[in-house]
């Protein structure tokens, strides 16, 4: 009994190092009493080791099944699902099988400790035990000093890695078992060999490992990189925008010149009526087409008179208020993506309300304590999606739509680059963005 106890003690030593680990590598969901679970959760991993040690179960299937397998769904379970969760349930299944080697190889190759006295003798046994799970605290110990970067593997790839990872996992465990039967009775120079073998397999299987996480590392480079180029075409159409409110602008000025010049003839020839009836409908043609804004700063007024007509096209009802500094510490292109980045969101959110008439989006932007304040709200369904960090992540996906999800991080690194501040509030009907910029 008592020797069932000391397994099941292990087992839990085990698993909770495996819990660090993945808690220090890995984006951990939003659960409630999501430590606690995991607690709970190494209580059964531990449990489940200790049934397959009373089936007396092979040491292959206990590796497989609880290293492996039942390790990769607890971070299914409590962690973002990434391929990077499979690396490291591999790489602490290697770790686990190194430390079983050092501590049962180590003493009989280069201590000459009797290997019968390792199977029978307690005494012997409890210090190849505490060599053991040192060996694997201060193994998992050096892991968690390794910087965690994401990286990414096509499937093809993804594949591959889980069958080498299996099958190197495998030949492992044969090795193992089999070094501790060859020192209880076969020649020493099989025990020599196939502890080089092990070595080399070892040896090789972490040196496949570190190519794939490069690889995937800079797979995930491209991908960023991607990313930055989208989002220098975004700011680029959003530049464009503002030429063609500046464009349409112009037009309407050479237009006004001529309806004041007709307007100028019926007064003239004192056609008060016609004149009247002119004014009208040149009044209800300007509110149906144009959205005209006034605040001294021509890119301001440009890219918000844009995202007013497109709030129009998709039946928004918009409050806004501006009144800008003589300067702005943001330059044109900075202003154009910052503004057009927190009109974008806030109208695909309102877009997502199925009822029209509780679009609705409330924007202003005004000097405040020496600080240029940016405040926007907006209604919203309440479906968010937050991060382990509580970075706030696109409810799409990147396949869906590339240019989404970037916005509010172009918002926070122009924000970071000019020392301001930025906040978010959302709630569960709206979502708020509250933005200073200390004023130059």
């Not at 939003?30 to 991993?45: A, D, G, M």
């Not at 043609?285 to 440009?302: E, K």
Request: glycine share 2%.
């Amino acid at each position: 009994m008592s020797d069932y106890i000391v397994e099941f003690i292990i087992n839990i030593w085990v698993s909770f190092l495996f819990l660090i680990l993945a808690n220090g590598k890995l984006n951990r969901r939003n659960l409630k009493y999501s430590y606690l679970l995991q607690i709970l959760s190494v209580l059964v991993l531990a449990e489940c080791a200790l049934l397959l040690d009373v089936m007396q179960a092979p040491v292959i299937i206990k590796s497989l099944t609880i290293l492996l397998v039942l390790h990769y769904l607890y971070t299914c379970i409590f962690f973002t699902f990434q391929i990077s969760n499979l690396f490291w349930v591999v790489i602490f299944c290697i770790v686990e099988l190194a430390s079983k080697f050092i501590a049962t190889i180590f003493p009989v190759e280069w201590l000459h400790t009797d290997a019968d006295g390792m199977l029978t003798d307690h005494a012997v046994q409890s210090s190849v035990t505490i060599l053991y799970l040192l060996t694997l605290t201060v193994l998992t110990s050096i892991l968690l000093c390794f910087s965690s970067r994401a990286f990414k593997l096509s499937r093809t790839e993804k594949i591959i890695f889980v069958l080498l990872s299996v099958l190197c996992i495998v030949i492992e465990n044969l090795i193992v078992a089999g070094q501790v039967n060859i020192h209880t009775g076969s020649p020493e120079t099989y025990a020599d060999l196939l502890s080089a073998i092990c070595f080399l397999i070892l040896i090789l299987f972490v040196s496949l490992t570190i190519y794939l996480y490069h690889l995937g590392i800079e797979r995930e480079k491209n991908i960023q990189l991607s990313r930055q180029q989208l989002l220098s075409e975004m700011e680029r159409k959003q530049y464009d925008q503002i030429i063609s409110s500046i464009s349409e602008l112009r037009y309407l000025k050479h237009d006004i010149s001529n309806h004041l010049d007709t307007l100028h003839a019926l007064m003239v020839n004192h056609a008060y009526p016609e004149a009247e009836a002119f004014i009208r409908d040149l009044t209800a043609t300007v509110n149906n087409n144009h959205y005209i804004l006034a605040s001294g700063n021509s890119t301001v007024d440009s890219i918000l008179t844009n995202k007013l007509i497109q709030c129009k096209s998709a039946q928004i009802q918009v409050e806004y208020s501006v009144f800008l500094p003589d300067s702005i510490p943001l330059s044109d292109i900075e202003l154009c993506s910052l503004l057009g980045n927190l009109f974008d969101n806030a109208i695909e959110a309102c877009e997502q309300l199925p009822e029209t008439e509780q679009r609705s989006i409330d924007f202003s932007m005004k000097p405040f304590q020496n600080m240029l304040s940016i405040v926007i709200s907006n209604r919203t369904n309440g479906n968010y999606r937050i991060d382990k960090k509580n970075h706030f992540l696109s409810t799409k996906t990147i396949e869906d739509t590339p240019e989404h999800g970037l916005g509010l991080s172009r918002i926070q690194s122009i924000v970071n680059d000019h020392n301001g501040i930025f906040n978010i509030q959302p709630t569960t009907d709206t979502f708020m963005i509250q933005i200073l910029l200390p004023l130059k």
